[in-house]
């Protein structure tokens, strides 16, 4: 249906050009580059049906469905779009997704994006120069972890993940809630689909806390990127924009707690990767032609929080995971993810069983699994007296 002609296919090459270049260049000196920047920039705006100013400062870019970067990837050169999965799991819990419903996004005050179209956020030419710092970063080993995972043959997770605003300590430094799908091992070949919110001042130039979704098929090295700002997402829904802010209306320590449903599963018959939000809400699909070993299945599930910590003057980082408190603070003040489901190889929902944790420095983030009450607790505060 859609067809990549060759200045697209250019532009891609150019694109992972740049990428490589900027790894050993600094890019400020190096003659031609504004002109190269621009020509991404452009690139990778694609001409909108309407545009919509978030008062967030967004700019949300309603693109045509067929129109959109994913289609500039040359492995979905001749991809025919889906507008819906061939199969839907069916999950234990139904009913653990009526809390999203209240939670939209700041851009959805000032209008909507058409059927037929998709929202984008618009990237400005920053986003370029700093998409390529960030996507030399996701390889660094900087990062910590306070998750649970499982291991087996998956083809699927549901999750609510509870919704926080941690503190962020430096702009190049941020704090995820989110699920990882995995496949191959941690290395070269390792495959990932991820998805959940962040705070990354970096990324978007504030502290909102704001969905996020990203991808590799190659441990971080050539391919992946956040959100729609690389091609290989392919986006059906008309509502949600993928990177987009949530609503400011945050859970309060010890308030109000609000959550939101993903889900994330194999389309048996096609390959493809579906996420949905909340009960119904497709967003698209990563198509399986972008993997190796998610193409078949993944081997981990994994759920909780991720910091990039680059601490200052030999201490840790202040920046916070979740709600900033530990997990035995427990519900209402810890942040949480519960009801988690997995999806086995003949399409059986079930409940993880014994589910293994990692807490890179739990004295900094911590993880406890409670799996009988359906809860998992994680975060922390980083930087305390038992973590200097
Ligand atoms: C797309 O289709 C053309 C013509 O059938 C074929 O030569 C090419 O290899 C296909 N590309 C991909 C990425 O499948
Ligand atoms: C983000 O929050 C930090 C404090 O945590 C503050 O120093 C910084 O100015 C904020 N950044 C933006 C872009 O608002």
Redesign the pocket.
């Known amino acids: 249906m859609t067809k990549l002609n060759s200045s697209f296919h250019f532009v891609a090459v150019l694109y992972v050009f740049m990428v490589a270049r900027f790894c050993y260049a600094d890019t400020s000196r190096s003659p031609g580059s504004r002109q190269q920047v621009e020509e991404v920039t452009r690139h990778l705006n694609k001409h909108p049906v309407k545009s919509i100013k978030s008062p967030d400062g967004d700019i949300i870019d309603c693109v045509h469905i067929s129109h959109q970067p994913a289609f500039d990837h040359p492995l979905l050169k001749n991809h025919t779009i889906k507008m819906k999965p061939n199969y839907y799991p069916n999950w234990i819990n139904k009913m653990s997704s009526e809390a999203s419903s209240s939670l939209t996004q700041l851009w959805h005050s000032k209008g909507k994006c058409p059927k037929g179209t998709i929202p984008i956020i618009r990237t400005k030419k920053e986003d370029v120069l700093n998409s390529v710092k960030i996507y030399r970063k996701k390889n660094l080993p900087k990062q910590q972890h306070a998750s649970a995972y499982t291991n087996g043959e998956l083809y699927g997770t549901k999750a609510s993940l509870n919704i926080w605003n941690p ?3 430096k ?1 190049n430094e941020y704090s995820s809630a989110q699920i990882w799908i995995v496949g191959g091992s941690f290395d070269a070949d390792l495959n990932t689909i991820e998805a959940g919110w962040h705070v990354y ?1 970096e990324l978007y ?3 909102n806390t704001r969905l996020f979704i990203h991808w590799t098929s190659d441990g971080y090295r050539k391919t992946g990127c956040y959100n729609l700002k690389c091609s290989g997402f392919i986006q059906t829904d008309n509502r949600i924009a993928i990177g987009g802010s949530f609503i400011p209306v945050m859970t309060q320590f010890g308030g109000v707690q609000y959550e939101f449903t993903l889900t994330i599963w194999k389309d048996l018959q096609s390959g493809d990767w579906w996420l949905q939000w909340g009960s119904e809400l497709v967003i698209g699909y990563w198509p399986s032609s972008l993997f190796s070993y998610l193409s078949e299945n993944a081997w981990m599930i994994q759920w909780g929080g991720e910091v990039v910590n680059f601490g200052s003057h030999g201490h840790h980082t202040t920046t916070q995971m979740g709600s900033g408190h530990f997990p035995k603070q427990g519900f209402g003040k810890a942040s949480y993810i519960r009801h988690i489901e997995i999806l086995d190889e003949s399409g059986n929902s079930k409940t993880p069983k014994d589910l293994n944790t990692i807490a890179d420095q739990n004295s900094c983030y911590d993880i406890s699994t409670n799996i009988d009450d359906d809860f998992l607790y994680y975060g922390g505060p980083g930087r305390n007296k038992n973590c200097p």
Do not use: A, H, L
């Open positions: 503190k962020i300590q702009s001042p130039g504030d502290n």
